[in-house]
């Protein structure tokens, strides 16, 4: 049984991944779905309730809730996505570099790593966001600074362990150039474990943006994001709850998504089931 079959007959991951697929494309289409302006103030609409006109009712600006939800999944979301695939991304790079030429590029490597990994991880957040300043940019410097050194070290542990394949070392011995190696042979081995991994923390990512806009230090009002959404709701939450409530399910619902569909790709990929 292929991986693919293994992924449609399991039903968690499908529906998993069918709940993030739905939101990437209600994210693309939202200029197209969105019933109204997420930023157009209306202040005669102020908290009003749901009608034909506005599904989800209105904030406190007399803003369009759903759509600001719409929107919002293009800053929560896909910044996400893209922090996550620039973190692979050079993670993987000098995790594949470091394990496989090992020696003094190797232990330079690694330990820096030790210095950034020996700092809790939103402490650092926290603290390059307030020497670089509030900003989306700046967000996603500090996700990717915190967490590049977390993957260098788990890909550099995988590649070590599968340098020691048979394959690998013939391709060595008869001179087949570093690069070949690594993308043919390597890369190819240690793929699953990158891709789970990314899966997994994505969901943290969300949750980070999330909290730092909530807290005034992320993306800043008037940009439709689910963490600035919260933060304006909070001081009404006894009045009017679902205003918090709407972005709290978007959360909940796309971080439970990837979490749920990062355990089950670890299941899928793991290569003893491939045995089986």
């Given at each position: 049984?292929?991986?693919?079959?293994?992924?449609?007959?399991?039903?968690?991951?499908?529906?998993?991944?069918?709940?993030?697929?739905?939101?990437?494309?209600?994210?693309?289409?939202?200029?197209?779905?969105?019933?109204?302006?997420?930023?157009?103030?209306?202040?005669?609409?102020?908290?009003?309730?749901?009608?034909?006109?506005?599904?989800?009712?209105?904030?406190?600006?007399?803003?369009?809730?759903?759509?600001?939800?719409?929107?919002?999944?293009?800053?929560?979301?896909?910044?996400?996505?893209?922090?996550?695939?620039?973190?692979?991304?050079?993670?993987?790079?000098?995790?594949?570099?470091?394990?496989?030429?090992?020696?003094?590029?190797?232990?330079?490597?690694?330990?820096?790593?030790?210095?950034?990994?020996?700092?809790?991880?939103?402490?650092?957040?926290?603290?390059?966001?307030?020497?670089?300043?509030?900003?989306?940019?700046?967000?996603?410097?500090?996700?990717?600074?915190?967490?590049?050194?977390?993957?260098?070290?788990?890909?550099?542990?995988?590649?070590?362990?599968?340098?020691?394949?048979?394959?690998?070392?013939?391709?060595?011995?008869?001179?087949?150039?570093?690069?070949?190696?690594?993308?043919?042979?390597?890369?190819?081995?240690?793929?699953?474990?990158?891709?789970?991994?990314?899966?997994?923390?994505t969901g943290w990512v969300i949750l980070n943006?999330?909290?730092?806009?909530?807290?005034?230090?992320?993306?800043?009002?008037?940009?439709?994001?689910?963490?600035?959404?919260?933060?304006?709701?909070?001081?009404?939450?006894?009045?009017?709850?679902?205003?918090?409530?709407?972005?709290?399910?978007?959360?909940?619902?796309?971080?439970?998504?990837?979490?749920?569909?990062?355990?089950?790709?670890?299941?899928?990929?793991?290569?003893?089931?491939?045995?089986?």
């Open positions: 049984m292929n991986r693919l079959n293994k992924l449609v007959k399991n039903k968690i991951a499908l529906f998993c991944l069918i709940v993030i697929i739905t939101f990437i494309l209600l994210g693309l289409l939202a200029p197209y779905i969105a019933p109204c302006d997420p930023n157009k103030v209306r202040l005669v609409r102020k908290y009003a309730s749901m009608s034909a006109e506005h599904w989800l009712g209105c904030d406190h600006l007399g803003r369009d809730i759903f759509s600001r939800l719409l929107y919002g999944i293009r800053t929560t979301l896909f910044l996400s996505l893209f922090t996550m695939f620039v973190t692979i991304l050079i993670g993987s790079f000098i995790g594949l570099v470091s394990g496989y030429k090992r020696g003094k590029i190797d232990e330079v490597i690694m330990r820096i790593c030790d210095v950034m990994l020996s700092f809790p991880s939103q402490v650092m957040i926290l603290a390059i966001v307030g020497v670089l300043g509030v900003g989306i940019e700046n967000i996603i410097i500090a996700n990717i600074v915190v967490k590049w050194a977390w993957y260098t070290r788990m890909i550099r542990s995988s590649v070590i362990k599968y340098s020691r394949k048979n394959y690998i070392l013939y391709s060595r011995t008869i001179g087949a150039p570093n690069t070949f190696i690594i993308r043919r042979h390597l890369l190819p081995n240690v793929l699953s474990e990158i891709i789970v991994l990314a899966t997994l923390d943006i999330s909290a730092l806009s909530f807290i005034g230090l992320g993306i800043q009002p008037p940009t439709a994001e689910w963490g600035v959404m919260l933060s304006e709701a909070k001081n009404v939450m006894s009045q009017h709850p679902m205003q918090m409530i709407y972005p709290g399910l978007a959360i909940l619902m796309i971080v439970a998504a990837f979490n749920m569909l990062g355990d089950a790709l670890r299941d899928i990929l793991d290569p003893k089931e491939q045995m089986t």
